[in-house]
């Protein structure tokens, strides 16, 4: 089979601005079993507040993953839930252009007007951050967070609705500090990260696991979601010639600080956030050149390495996307929609009753491979542990292709927290 280079064609990314709907099935009738809101004998439906437009507009092709992936179940005829019955599954998307105010309005919306049975795959670690104490409150499922924060699984019996996906990133750090020591020890780092809870997570990770490290911490310099460019920072950080420069940043950002230290001609490494790390969204604006030798710890298949070209995995993520999808299926972040979709259907496979608390025990109880994961990864929670995947791959770019660094790390059940 010829390299994933060579047979995709890039689809235009649809920006969705209203509630898009998989099925009409089931909407705004009786609920079954007990009364919960948004199930029926027949159908399921789950609702997102989502990044289509703004600043981090690049994960729009995320939530379109999970409605292409969802039609195809739905044309299979849906998922046979634990109770025995078939459902088809209902996906809403609305707009928050990573607003947490606008995020506020469509969480409400979801949850009185549209009644859905969960929120799914809400992106952004301020959005969530906006809207979890609500859908706490109401009892519905916010599952599956695209945002690493460590809260999102530090604290299950306090928010028992909430819960993550993607590794945590202090974890993420933690991998990054302990490559860091080995590759330099006492090596000086610097730190450029948003201005949110996004960037002070990987901050406050870095400055709580690099203690007695012997690495020195030169510099940190944070930017604004609103800013045009973190040229000015990335500058600034750099003259104090670190060795190394951890970027928590959206893909934007990230891009802008490699192309900047490429243009000055600085040997810094450049450690990139995974939520940063997809080539088509960060390393191709970046310049390719340009990003050569950058390190990120991943988790995913990335779509535009050839290495996957005769995967089963990812040989059925081309075909469902093209027939079912409308974005670029070069994208990393399509993968993570499908990657997301494939648990949310296992999960609603050991769901016993048709109630949100019986999928909320099946969400606490995960102990799934998943065909879009980096190889050796898992989808597990279990008892006292609710953070769902806790290895990471590391790699570095070669300029065309990430390349993996050693065997996978695994923080199973030892996920650092931060308070």
Same mark, same amino acid.
């Given at each position: 089979?010829?390299?994933?280079?060579?047979?995709?064609?890039?689809?235009?990314?649809?920006?969705?601005?209203?509630?898009?709907?998989?099925?009409?099935?089931?909407?705004?009738?009786?609920?079954?079993?007990?009364?919960?809101? &948004?199930? /029926?004998?027949?159908?399921?439906?789950?609702? !997102?507040?989502?990044?289509?437009? $703004?600043?981090?507009? +690049? %994960? *729009?092709?995320?939530?379109?993953?999970?409605?292409?992936?969802?039609?195809?179940?739905?044309?299979?005829?849906?998922?046979?839930?634990?109770d025995?019955?078939?459902?088809?599954?209902?996906?809403?998307?609305?707009?928050?252009?990573?607003?947490?105010?606008?995020?506020?309005?469509?969480?409400?919306?979801?949850?009185?007007?549209?009644?859905?049975?969960?929120?799914?795959?809400?992106?952004?670690?301020?959005?969530?951050?906006?809207?979890?104490?609500y859908?706490?409150?109401?009892?519905?499922?916010?599952?599956?967070?695209?945002? &690493?924060? /460590?809260?999102?699984?530090?604290?299950?019996? !306090?928010?028992?609705?909430?819960? $993550?996906?993607?590794? +945590? %990133? *202090?974890?993420?750090?933690?991998?990054?500090?302990?490559?860091?020591?080995?590759?330099?020890?006492?090596?000086?780092?610097?730190?450029?990260?948003?201005?949110?809870?996004?960037?002070?997570?990987?901050?406050?990770?870095f400055?709580?696991?690099?203690?007695?490290?012997?690495?020195?911490?030169?510099?940190?310099?944070?930017?604004?979601?609103?800013?045009?460019s973190?040229?000015?920072?990335?500058?600034?950080?750099?003259?104090?010639?670190?060795?190394?420069?951890?970027?928590?940043?959206?893909?934007?950002?990230?891009?802008?600080?490699?192309?900047?230290?490429?243009?000055?001609?600085?040997? !810094?490494?450049?450690?990139?956030?995974?939520?940063?790390?997809?080539?088509?969204?960060?390393?191709?604006?970046?310049?390719?050149?340009?990003?050569?030798?950058?390190?990120?710890?991943?988790?995913?298949?990335?779509?535009?390495?050839?290495?996957?070209?005769?995967?089963?995995?990812?040989?059925?993520?081309?075909?469902?996307?093209?027939?079912y999808?409308?974005?670029?299926?070069?994208?990393?972040?399509g993968?993570?929609?499908?990657?997301?979709?494939?648990?949310?259907?296992?999960v609603?496979?050991?769901?016993k009753?048709?109630?949100?608390?019986?999928?909320?025990?099946?969400?606490?109880?995960?102990?799934?491979?998943?065909?879009?994961?980096?190889?050796?990864?898992?989808?597990?929670?279990?008892?006292?542990?609710?953070?769902?995947?806790?290895?990471?791959?590391?790699?570095?770019?070669?300029?065309?292709?990430?390349?993996?660094?050693?065997?996978?790390?695994?923080?199973?059940?030892?996920?650092?927290?931060l308070?």
């Amino acid at each position: 089979m010829p390299s994933s280079r060579r047979v995709l064609r890039r689809a235009p990314l649809v920006l969705v601005t209203i509630p898009l709907l998989l099925t009409a099935c089931g909407r705004g009738t009786t609920a079954a079993g007990d009364g919960d809101p &948004g199930i /029926t004998d027949d159908s399921i439906m789950f609702g !997102t507040t989502t990044s289509l437009s $703004g600043p981090t507009s +690049a %994960y *729009a092709p995320l939530p379109m993953g999970i409605q292409s992936c969802l039609a195809e179940v739905n044309d299979k005829g849906g998922v046979t839930m634990g109770d025995g019955k078939k459902r088809k599954v209902e996906f809403t998307m609305l707009d928050d252009a990573y607003q947490p105010s606008r995020a506020v309005q469509n969480a409400k919306k979801l949850v009185e007007q549209d009644k859905v049975f969960g929120v799914l795959n809400s992106i952004g670690t301020a959005v969530n951050g906006a809207i979890y104490p609500y859908l706490n409150e109401q009892k519905t499922p916010q599952i599956f967070i695209s945002s &690493g924060a /460590t809260k999102w699984g530090a604290s299950p019996d !306090t928010w028992p609705w909430t819960i $993550g996906y993607q590794p +945590a %990133y *202090a974890t993420e750090t933690a991998v990054y500090v302990e490559h860091m020591k080995q590759s330099k020890p006492g090596a000086k780092v610097a730190i450029l990260y948003q201005n949110d809870d996004l960037g002070k997570d990987y901050l406050n990770a870095f400055k709580k696991l690099s203690q007695d490290s012997g690495l020195q911490l030169v510099g940190e310099e944070s930017y604004e979601t609103s800013d045009a460019s973190v040229d000015s920072q990335v500058v600034k950080l750099l003259q104090g010639k670190p060795d190394f420069l951890l970027a928590a940043t959206t893909p934007k950002f990230g891009a802008q600080a490699i192309k900047k230290k490429a243009d000055l001609g600085a040997d !810094t490494v450049i450690y990139l956030n995974n939520i940063s790390a997809g080539v088509e969204s960060t390393l191709q604006p970046a310049g390719l050149d340009a990003s050569k030798g950058v390190i990120t710890a991943g988790y995913l298949k990335d779509p535009t390495d050839p290495r996957w070209s005769g995967d089963e995995g990812m040989k059925h993520y081309f075909e469902s996307a093209k027939k079912y999808g409308k974005f670029d299926v070069t994208s990393v972040w399509g993968v993570n929609g499908y990657a997301i979709c494939d648990t949310l259907v296992k999960v609603l496979e050991q769901t016993k009753s048709p109630t949100r608390q019986s999928f909320m025990d099946a969400v606490r109880a995960m102990d799934f491979d998943n065909p879009y994961l980096a190889p050796g990864l898992k989808v597990k929670t279990g008892a006292g542990d609710a953070f769902p995947i806790e290895t990471l791959q590391l790699q570095e770019f070669d300029g065309k292709n990430w390349r993996m660094l050693g065997e996978p790390i695994s923080y199973e059940g030892k996920t650092p927290k931060l308070s």
